[in-house]
C-alpha cells in the first residue's frame, strides 16, 4: 500500500516501521519502533510492518468532473455508499478500469479512511477524489446503478454518460431523476454487493471504450 502511495506520487511526513520489518523502498522519513509501540501506534488488530503520515491533494468537484472529461470517463459517484470496504474496493476496481475519478456524496465513508485505504490497496490515492453535492453535479446527465427497473447493462450507452452514480445497498439513490441501469442477475437473487455491481459496470465501461 505505501508503494502505490509512492507510486502515486504522494509525500510521506512519516513512515514508522516496526522493529525486524522492511519497507519495500528507501526512505529519510523512517522510524524504526519496538513491537510494542507499533501495536499501540496502529488501528488494526493484526497490522503490517509500517504505517505512515502522508499528504493527500483531495480534488476539487471541478477537478474531479474535468479529470474524468479529458479521459473520456463517466465521473464515478458515491451516493451514500457507508461502509468503508465497500467505498475501497470500488475505487481499487475504479483504478484498475481506467477510471480518472471519484465523486463522493455526503453519507458515504471517506475514501481516506484507514479501512477504505486499506480495501483500496492503496489504488485510491491513482484517483482524483473530490467530495461533492449533488449541486456540484448539474449538468451531468448520467446513470444510476439500480438492483431492478433499469435498462439491461448490456443495453444502456454507459460509456457516453456524464456519471455513473452507485448507491447505497440500503437506502438506493437519493435521487430519483436519473437514468437507471440493472445488471440482470439468476431469478431469486435480490441484489449484487455494491462493489460487485460497480465491477461489472466499470469494466463494461472500459470495454467499450477500448473497442
Known amino acids: 500500500m505505501l508503494a502505490e502511495?509512492?507510486?502515486?506520487?504522494?509525500?510521506?511526513?512519516?513512515?514508522?516501521?516496526r522493529e525486524g520489518d522492511r519497507l519495500p523502498f528507501h526512505t529519510e522519513s523512517r522510524v524504526i519502533l519496538t513491537a510494542a509501540a507499533f501495536r499501540a501506534a496502529t488501528q488494526t488488530v493484526t497490522p503490517q510492518g509500517a504505517i505512515a503520515v502522508a499528504r493527500v491533494h483531495e480534488a476539487t468537484p471541478a477537478e474531479a468532473i474535468r479529470a474524468a472529461q479529458e479521459a473520456r470517463w463517466p465521473l464515478v459517484v458515491l451516493d451514500r455508499v457507508q461502509?468503508?470496504?465497500?467505498?475501497?474496493?470500488?475505487?481499487?476496481?475504479?483504478?484498475?478500469?481506467?477510471?480518472?475519478?471519484?465523486?463522493?456524496?455526503?453519507?458515504?465513508?471517506?475514501?481516506?479512511?484507514?479501512?477504505?485505504?486499506?480495501?483500496?490497496?492503496g489504488n485510491v490515492f491513482r484517483l482524483e477524489v473530490a467530495k461533492v453535492r449533488w449541486k456540484d453535479l448539474e449538468g451531468l446527465e448520467g446513470f444510476g446503478a439500480a438492483s431492478a427497473g433499469g435498462a439491461p447493462l448490456v443495453e444502456a450507452p454507459i460509456e457516453s454518460a456524464g456519471m455513473i452514480v452507485l448507491g447505497s445497498e440500503a437506502h438506493g439513490l437519493s435521487r430519483n431523476d436519473l437514468?437507471?441501469?440493472?445488471?440482470?442477475?439468476?431469478?431469486?437473487?435480490?441484489?449484487?454487493n455494491v462493489a460487485a455491481a460497480a465491477a461489472l459496470i466499470l469494466f463494461e465501461i472500459r470495454r467499450r471504450l477500448a473497442a
Do not use: H
Open 83 to 121: 461502509d468503508p470496504g465497500n467505498v475501497g474496493a470500488i475505487c481499487r476496481t475504479a483504478a484498475a478500469a481506467g477510471a480518472p475519478a471519484i465523486a463522493v456524496l455526503p453519507g458515504s465513508a471517506d475514501p481516506y479512511g484507514p479501512k477504505a485505504v486499506r480495501a483500496s490497496a
Open 179 to 192: 437514468k437507471l441501469v440493472t445488471v440482470p442477475l439468476t431469478e431469486g437473487v435480490e441484489s449484487l
Open 5 to 17: 502511495a509512492k507510486a502515486a506520487g504522494l509525500e510521506f511526513d512519516l513512515i514508522a516501521v
